[in-house]
Structure formats: structure tokens, C-alpha cells
């Protein structure tokens, strides 16, 4: 896959093919099952089957799968540049946050939150499955926020964080004022 701005990686790859296989009937979830059986000659279930691919084959297929869900759902197309599919949509967000790892402290910026993770601006080394502990400093809330996390994504523009927890919602109060 190329190293571009676009790029999700691997595991969003595979997060977003579960969700919009989610989506699918029963007998539409066969139908791909039989297809990727054809194609790769073993008889295993979905899920073993699409982790048997390799990664470009992943993302031929979430391509495929975005756009069947999106003819399926016709109204969606033409109001939609990109289908989110999270949980808990991020938002463009920047504020300082303190990061912590193995007794060493990093003051960086967010790019965008959500309620379950976090996008940092960073220049410092990381690595994806690295737990970390962050301070939160959003502005017009009186205390900072304490959260740890475990990082899910590695680019040269910085990391994914997913939250241990889901954190309030401070976001849309914010917003209001």
C-alpha cells in the first residue's frame, strides 16, 4: 500500500470490512464467503478467510464492500465524501497534550478526538500496541483530563490513540460556548 495521507492501515482496513459486512444479509455474507473460497481454494469461515489475503486484496475488497453498501443505501451517495463508520465520529480538535511513556514526558497537539480516541501531532518514536498515558489540556474546562491509551496507528505525521475508556463528551460542550 502506498504512504500517503488516504493510507488507512491494516487494522483499519479490517475494521471497516467487519462493519460493512455487518451490514450485509445472510445469504449476501455466503455469497462473499463462496467468492473469497473460490479464489483462495480453502473452505474456512469469513473472518479467516479475509485475514488470509493479502493486505492490497484487503482494501480491493473494503473498496468493493464501501461501494456495494453504498449502492444499497443510495441516499448516503452524493452526501457522503467518506463513510464514517465509527462508534463515536472524531472531530477536528487541537489542543496540548502530555504524553507519557516509560518515565519520559512529550508535550504535543492533538489533530482530532472523538470520545474513544485521539490523533497526535508528534515527531517522537512510537509504536502500534505501545500503552501510553495522556494529559488532556482542552481549554475553558477548569481541569485537564487523564486518560490512558494504547496506540493503534503509526505515521509520519503522528498517532492514533484509542482511549482505555470512553471519556465524557466535553467536545460538544465546547463547541456551545
Known sequence: MENNEARFNIYEVNSLLFQL??????????????????????????????????????????????????????????????????????????????????????MCLTQNISRSGVFIHTDFSFHIHQQITMILSPPKIEKDIAVGGKIVRVDSKGIGVKFDEIIPDFLHTMSQK
Open 21 to 106: 459486512i455487518s451490514y450485509m444479509s445472510k445469504t449476501e455474507r455466503r455469497k462473499l464467503q463462496a467468492a473469497l473460497t473460490a479464489k483462495t481454494r480453502n473452505g474456512k469461515d469469513l473472518s479467516s478467510l479475509i485475514t488470509s489475503i493479502s493486505e492490497a486484496k484487503r482494501c480491493e475488497l473494503l473498496g468493493k464492500l464501501t461501494n456495494w453498501y453504498l449502492s444499497k443505501h443510495s441516499e448516503l451517495r452524493g452526501r457522503l465524501k467518506h463513510t464514517e463508520l465509527r462508534g463515536y465520529p472524531r472531530k477536528p480538535f487541537t489542543i496540548p497534550v502530555e504524553l507519557s511513556k516509560n518515565g519520559f514526558t512529550f
